[in-house]
C-alpha cells in the first residue's frame, strides 16, 4: 500500500513538473513573439518610415550676404525635406557655385537632422571698373575669383589694388596665370600683413610677345618698382632696401627695375 502511494505521488509530481515546463515554454514563446514583433516594427518605423519624415533638425552655419531662409532656398529645402528626399551632394554643389561661397559641407544625419556649413570668400586684393564714370571697388578671392562689387566710394582698405586687369566684372575669375599671384598676396597678408602694407597698388603690364611685368606703386615713395611676374616676401624686402638708399636723396629715378634679380634704374634726367 505505501508503495502505490509513494508512485502514485511520483506520477503527480513528475505531471506538474510538466505542465510548468510547458507554460514556462509557452511563456518563453510568447515572449519572443512579442519581442520580434517589437523589433520588426523598430526597424519598419527606423529605415521604412523615419527616413520619410521631415527633418526635425536643420543646422546652418551661414556666411555674412547670405541668410539662413536663403540658404534653405537655394538648398531646395523646405518643410517637406526629408532623410530620403535630399541629395547632399547636389545640394553642396548648388552652394558651392554661388559667387560668395568658397566651399559647402553639407551633412544627412540618419534618420531626421541635416547640417549645412558654408565657408565665405575672404578678399585677398581689389580691382578697380568704372561704372557710370565712377570708380567701382571688385574684391577678389586667393582663387583669383571676383566676388563682390563695393559702393560707389573705394573704401579704407589694407588690401592692395591690382590694377591693369582686362575688363574686370563681378562673377569672373581671373587668368590662370594670374592665380599665383593673388594666392601670394593672401599668404602674405596672414604671414607678414606689414611688409604687404607697404604696397598701394599692383599693376599687371602685358609683354609685348607673351606673360606680363608687375609695377609696384610703394605707399611712402613716389618711385615705381618693376619686377617679374612673382611677387614673394624677399622680392618686397629688397625692394625696401632699395628704396632707403634713396631716401633723403634730391634726385630720385622714377623707376628701379628687380627683373634681372638686381635692382637696376636710370636717373632723370636734368631739366635745363
Known sequence: MSDFYTASN????????KKS??????GLKKLLIIAAIIFIAQLVWLFGISPFIPFSDIEVHGITGLSRSEILYLSKIDETSSFISTDAKEIKRILSSHILVESAVVIKRFPDKLSIF???REPAAIAITSINSKQVPLYIDREGVIFKMGGDELPESKLPVISGIDNPQLNMRLPVSLIPLVENINKMAHNSPELLSVISEIKIERKVWDGFDLVLYPVHSSIKVRIENNLTEDVLR????MLNVFDGQSEKPNEIDFRSGVGSYTAKEQSL
Open 10 to 17: 511520483e506520477n503527480s509530481n513528475h505531471n506538474t513538473d
Open 21 to 26: 515546463a510547458k507554460k514556462i515554454e509557452k
Open 118 to 120: 558654408l565657408t565665405v
Open 238 to 241: 629688397y625692394m625696401l632696401l
